[in-house]
């Protein structure tokens, strides 16, 4: 986002799984630990992509062909409404809850093609995707505001 420009959305969904290579589930709060990740999440410490973020309109246009899909699906952490995920670039900072976040990295190639991809030809994650360094920590649930404003945030935490 460019410096001074504001999103603001809400989480709905704070999801965990404790393998990887699994669909992740709602748990609706969670403790972020600042250069980790999630607590008790299979991902957690994997070095820039600490916390994964997806849209739930993203989400939704892919229920098109997979009417099952839900928050975790695409084994994301968080899930986001009426924020412009698509707008963020890398080194942005995001508020979400009580906790700082830091883009390190946009779209992820499927390692192995994920289920998803096996049952509907499509993934989101390669390019909807959105990977985070988590800089403060501290408890995130459903519900909770979650906003970006460039400059703002990066000044506020360095």
């Given amino acids: 986002m460019t410096p001074g420009e504001a999103s603001s959305g809400r989480i709905v969904a704070v999801c965990a799984s404790r393998e990887k290579g ?3 589930k709602n748990v609706g709060e969670a403790r ?3 250069e980790f990740g999630l607590e008790g999440d299979a991902h957690g410490g994997f070095a820039h992509r600490q916390v994964s973020l997806i849209a739930l309109e993203d989400i939704d246009a892919m229920r ?6 839900s928050p975790g ?9 009426g924020f412009g995920l698509d707008r963020l670039d890398i080194g942005d900072r ?4 009580e906790c700082v976040l830091e883009v390190s990295q ?4 499927c390692h192995s093609k994920c289920q998803v991809f096996k049952t509907s030809g499509d993934c989101i994650m390669p390019k909807k995707g959105i ?5 403060k920590g501290g408890t995130v649930k459903a519900g909770d505001a979650i906003e970006a404003s460039g400059a703002d945030l990066k000044q506020a935490t360095a």
Avoid at 106 to 109: A, D, F, R, T, Y
Avoid at 131 to 135: A, D, K, P, S
């Fill in 22 to 24: 699994t669909v992740k």
């Fill in 32 to 34: 972020l630990i600042e």
């Fill in 64 to 69: 098109e062909k997979l009417p099952d899909l």
């Fill in 73 to 81: 699906s695409f084994a994301e952490n968080l899930t986001t409404e």
């Fill in 94 to 97: 995001i508020k979400a809850g």
């Fill in 106 to 109: 946009i779209g992820k190639e």
């Fill in 131 to 135: 990977f985070c360094r988590v800089i």
